[in-house]
């Protein structure tokens, strides 16, 4: 019994692995006979065949990545749109909020402050600087009946504590001492007005600043050195433009910080332009030939192009500067048609240092004098205005969107001197 079963199990197995061992022959013969088969043209197109599912996949692969690229773009887009609509509804509120408890907040952009106001915010601005020089003035002449070297030597005292600068100082005090030696000034309190006068006419050296009818777009920049104010500026600057009815575009050259790029679209919001804003660290260069070259595109009427803060004394920092410009003129030989110096009027005689490297570096059109407000060393207008053939464009006394205006000479000598 035993041996017919072990007989059964081997002739069924036995046959099974038979059966398998001949249909192995069997395909191998097959697929050998197609292998040998291809002809040495089928077997290039056999390759090339490969080759185009290689490059297929490939390109499936690349589309993957940029399509996880772009939603990752997007996601940040989105945040950031959402801290900005987070930003401009905390604003909402504390405008309802302010508007409720009695005080009126400008909507924005702010509606054209009217000349007196801004006037009166400039003269209790400059106070400080009024009373540094006015001050300084009267303390050298006190009790005074004559002219002599003393007086002179007050009198250098004081313009130089007012921070108008050793240059400036000098040549007002050869002015005053040449008209006492023709014996032309002889009164001490004729003296005060000579001084006066002679500041007078170093301030109205103004000239008028270039339209959006004379260059279409018109493209300004603003360089400096770090905090003096070139976003604010900004800012106030493209809300005025937009008051206007003119179309502006801001370009976000400080790639530096993310901050900064937030802070200027934060800023076009408020003076509701638009903006060309790419990530930190990209090259500034190419965030401005992006700016210029959709405002010609699409027909802006002005762009203006912030820049990192960056210090006149780093070479490859004002290289960049340089670079930044060439770039643009790729675009519009003749732009950009205002290269404007922010300085903080705080800083007093560094402004004047900075006003020199800069103009080294860049062919600066004009300078923007900020935070004119609440220092006592305003009186360095005075010193670049003469010292520089390079106009004060404008003057800014305060943070908000309405403090800035272009610089008016009479109106400024006015409120230093009454
Ligand atoms: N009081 C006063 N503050 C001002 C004036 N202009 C700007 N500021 C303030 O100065 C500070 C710096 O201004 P920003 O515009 O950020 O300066 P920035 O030159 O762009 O600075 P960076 O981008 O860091 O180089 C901000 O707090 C502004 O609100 C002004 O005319 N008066
Ligand atoms: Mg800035």
């Given amino acids: 019994m035993i041996f017919s079963v072990i007989w059964f199990v081997f002739t069924v197995f036995g046959s099974g692995a038979l059966v398998v061992g001949l249909l192995f022959l069997w395909t191998d013969g097959q697929l050998g006979e197609v292998s040998e088969k291809l002809t040495p043209q089928q077997a290039e197109l056999h390759l090339a065949e490969l080759e185009k599912q290689r490059q297929q996949e490939e390109e499936a692969r690349e589309r993957k990545q940029r399509e996880v690229q772009l939603d990752r773009l997007q996601q940040q887009?989105?945040?950031?749109?959402?801290?900005?609509?987070?930003?401009?509804?905390?604003?909402?509120?504390?405008?309802?909020?302010?508007?409720?408890?009695?005080?009126?907040?400008?909507?924005?952009?702010?509606?054209?402050?009217?000349?007196?106001?801004?006037?009166?915010?400039?003269?209790?601005?400059?106070s400080k600087t009024?009373?540094?020089?006015?001050?300084?003035?009267?303390?050298?002449?006190?009790?005074?009946?004559?002219?002599?070297?003393?007086?002179?030597?007050?009198?250098?005292?004081?313009?130089?504590?007012?921070d108008i600068g050793p240059e400036t100082t000098e040549q007002i005090l050869e002015v005053v001492t040449s008209r006492v030696e023709r014996q032309e000034l002889r009164d001490v309190n004729a003296l005060r007005e000579v001084i006066k006068e002679e500041i007078v006419r170093i301030l109205h050296k103004e000239v008028p600043i270039p339209t959006v009818v004379d260059r279409k777009p018109l493209v300004l920049m603003f360089v400096g050195v770090n905090g003096v104010g070139k976003t604010t500026t900004i800012g106030k600057i493209a809300a005025q433009y937009r008051r206007d009815g003119h179309r502006v575009l801001m370009?976000?050259?400080?790639?530096?910080?993310?901050?900064?790029?937030?802070?200027?679209?934060?800023?076009?919001?408020?003076?509701?332009?638009?903006?060309?804003?790419?990530?930190?660290?990209?090259?500034?260069?190419?965030?401005?030939?992006?700016?210029?070259?959709?405002?010609v595109r699409e027909e802006y009427d002005v762009v203006i192009c912030d820049t990192a803060g960056r210090l006149h004394t780093k070479k490859n920092l004002m290289e960049e500067l340089r670079k930044m410009v060439r770039v643009i003129r790729k675009i519009i030989p003749?732009?950009?048609?205002?290269?404007?110096?922010?300085?903080?009027?705080?800083?007093?005689?560094?402004?004047?240092?900075?006003?020199?490297?800069?103009?080294?570096?860049?062919?600066?059109?004009?300078?923007?004098?900020?935070k004119l407000d609440g220092t006592a060393k305003g009186g360095v207008i005075i010193g670049i205005v003469n010292e520089f053939d390079i106009p004060v464009r404008y003057i800014g006394v305060g943070e908000g969107i309405e403090d800035l205006r272009p610089y008016?000479?009479?109106?400024?000598?006015?409120?230093?001197?009454?």
């Fill in 77 to 126: 887009n989105e945040v950031l749109q959402e801290e900005i609509t987070r930003k401009q509804e905390e604003r909402r509120q504390q405008r309802t909020l302010t508007k409720r408890f009695g005080e009126a907040i400008p909507e924005a952009p702010a509606p054209t402050p009217e000349p007196q106001k801004f006037y009166e915010k400039l003269r209790s601005g400059i």
């Fill in 130 to 162: 009024r009373e540094q020089m006015l001050g300084g003035l009267s303390n050298a002449l006190l009790g005074k009946k004559e002219i002599d070297e003393e007086v002179l030597e007050g009198l250098e005292e004081a313009l130089l504590g007012a």
């Fill in 251 to 295: 370009g976000a050259g400080d790639t530096f910080r993310a901050a900064a790029i937030e802070q200027l679209t934060e800023w076009s919001c408020r003076a509701e332009c638009d903006i060309i804003a790419k990530s930190q660290g990209v090259d500034p260069s190419s965030v401005m030939y992006e700016a210029v070259e959709k405002a």
């Fill in 334 to 370: 003749d732009a950009p048609h205002e290269v404007l110096l922010v300085l903080d009027a705080t800083t007093g005689q560094n402004a004047i240092f900075q006003a020199r490297e800069f103009r080294e570096a860049a062919d600066l059109t004009g300078i923007v004098m900020t």
């Fill in 408 to 418: 008016d000479a009479k109106q400024f000598t006015d409120s230093l001197f009454s």
